[in-house]
């Protein structure tokens, strides 16, 4: 564990333990979702290089218009 770390959780460890649960659940649920989007990102690659690859052939084929900002 980290000095920061080590810190961190001292402070958090004088907080009333509502707080404290309130603090470790959120933590816990940004680590879980963190891991979730890991995951769907590392199986959707595939997908992705698909869809790039599709994207480039039509721009090089000239069925791509430029973006313009102002008239989204």
């Known amino acids: 564990m980290t000095k920061l770390l080590e810190k961190a959780l001292a402070e958090v460890s ?19 979702s963190e891991q979730r989007w890991e995951r769907a990102f590392a199986e959707s690659s595939d997908m992705l290089d698909r869809l790039a690859d599709e994207a480039l052939a039509e721009h090089r084929e000239g069925r791509t218009k430029k973006l313009d900002p102002d008239k989204l």
């Open 14 to 32: 004088k907080l009333p333990k509502k707080e404290q649960d309130a603090l470790a659940t959120w933590i816990l649920e940004e680590l879980a």
